[in-house]
């Protein structure tokens, strides 16, 4: 059944309006719909309608609502990606999957090996948008998630709260998804950020910045509301040294995990990750 997006203004008792040029042009050209087809809509409320189509003019059509109830074809808890942009079709392929598997939201992150010159992501935002709206459309999301801006992965954790960071190291790490949720569950409501490098991994500059904000020999970053700390070992135990006066809940340190012994294309360990992401978090 053909899946749409609508505004609840478009309701009007048990009948739905569809006037606007994307749908209708969707719906009476590019399908050929007739009347006493069926039709699929969800509103922005996250309500789903099973339609019947009654009537097509030449610019409205009108459905008849045979069932409305709540979507449960979203995740309860805010998964979002930091990715660092592939080449062309693995891109779109990768935005695709994600978008199938329900992130709310992809940061493009521009790293040190990044594929893509900063013109050319910029370029590339509004395309990687239309695709999750086509990709939510086909695996009937109740919502559409969201392409940010470029951005780094500095500016990503400094601008926003997560409850759990985890960034996916080849090579180095060797803890693994089902540890990480077996020491900290993720919870409803939850925001969790998977961090993905590029085609050629993270420069080791970053492995660095990784490492020290997993928990170094001599320092520890810590992430705190929004903000990226420093905070010297020797210091670690002296308060005057705290970003905030609050317990530790407020603190979130990123975790570096393993995918396993086999070296995945970038575009294959975005989709293993948050496959397994929601796995473990449906098992908890």
Same mark, same amino acid.
């Given at each position: 059944?053909?899946?749409?997006?609508?505004?609840?203004?478009?309701?009007?008792?048990?009948?739905?309006?569809?006037?606007?040029?994307?749908?209708y042009?969707?719906i009476?050209?590019?399908?050929?719909?007739?009347?006493?087809?069926?039709?699929?809509?969800i509103d922005?409320n996250?309500?789903?309608?099973?339609?019947?189509?009654?009537?097509?003019?030449?610019?409205?059509?009108?459905?008849?609502?045979?069932?409305?109830?709540?979507?449960?074809?979203?995740?309860?808890?805010?998964?979002?990606?930091?990715?660092?942009?592939?080449?062309?079709?693995?891109?779109n392929?990768?935005?695709?999957?994600?978008?199938?598997?329900?992130v709310?939201?992809? @940061? $493009?992150?521009? *790293?040190?090996?990044?594929? !893509?010159?900063?013109?050319?992501? %910029? /370029?590339? #935002?509004?395309?990687?948008?239309?695709?999750?709206?086509?990709?939510?459309k086909?695996?009937?999301?109740?919502?559409i998630?969201?392409? @940010? $801006?470029?951005? *780094?992965i500095?500016?990503? !954790?400094?601008?926003n709260n997560? %409850? /759990?960071? #985890?960034?996916?190291?080849?090579?180095?790490?060797?803890?693994?998804i089902?540890?990480?949720?077996?020491?900290?569950?993720v919870?409803?409501?939850?925001?969790?950020?998977?961090?993905?490098?590029?085609?050629?991994?993270f420069?080791?500059?970053?492995?660095d910045?990784?490492?020290q904000?997993?928990?170094?020999?001599s320092?520890?970053?810590v992430?705190?509301?929004?903000?990226?700390?420093?905070?010297?070992?020797?210091?670690?135990?002296?308060?005057?040294?705290?970003?905030?006066?609050?317990?530790?809940?407020?603190?979130?340190?990123?975790?570096?995990?393993?995918?396993?012994?086999?070296?995945?294309?970038?575009?294959?360990?975005?989709?293993?990750?948050?496959?397994?992401?929601?796995?473990?978090?449906?098992?908890?």
């Amino acid at each position: 059944m053909p899946h749409f997006f609508i505004k609840s203004g478009q309701v009007n008792n048990d009948k739905i309006s569809i006037s606007d040029k994307e749908n209708y042009f969707h719906i009476a050209r590019s399908l050929r719909a007739r009347t006493g087809e069926k039709l699929l809509l969800i509103d922005e409320n996250k309500i789903q309608y099973e339609t019947t189509i009654q009537s097509i003019t030449n610019s409205e059509i009108t459905a008849k609502i045979d069932n409305s109830y709540p979507s449960k074809r979203f995740l309860d808890f805010e998964l979002y990606l930091a990715q660092s942009p592939l080449r062309s079709d693995a891109q779109n392929l990768l935005i695709e999957k994600a978008t199938e598997l329900g992130v709310k939201g992809v @940061y $493009p992150v521009k *790293t040190d090996n990044c594929a !893509l010159n900063n013109e050319m992501i %910029d /370029k590339k #935002i509004e395309k990687w948008q239309k695709i999750m709206y086509e990709s939510s459309k086909q695996c009937e999301r109740a919502d559409i998630p969201t392409c @940010y $801006p470029r951005t *780094t992965i500095e500016k990503v !954790l400094s601008e926003n709260n997560f %409850d /759990k960071v #985890i960034v996916f190291c080849e090579r180095i790490a060797t803890k693994t998804i089902k540890e990480s949720f077996n020491q900290k569950p993720v919870k409803k409501g939850d925001k969790v950020l998977v961090i993905i490098g590029p085609e050629g991994g993270f420069s080791q500059r970053e492995f660095d910045w990784f490492e020290q904000i997993a928990g170094g020999d001599s320092s520890r970053t810590v992430i705190q509301r929004g903000k990226i700390f420093e905070i010297p070992r020797y210091a670690l135990n002296d308060e005057k040294f705290c970003p905030d006066e609050s317990s530790d809940q407020n603190n979130i340190q990123i975790e570096m995990l393993t995918l396993g012994d086999m070296i995945l294309r970038a575009e294959t360990a975005t989709t293993v990750a948050l496959g397994n992401i929601i796995y473990e978090y449906s098992n908890h």
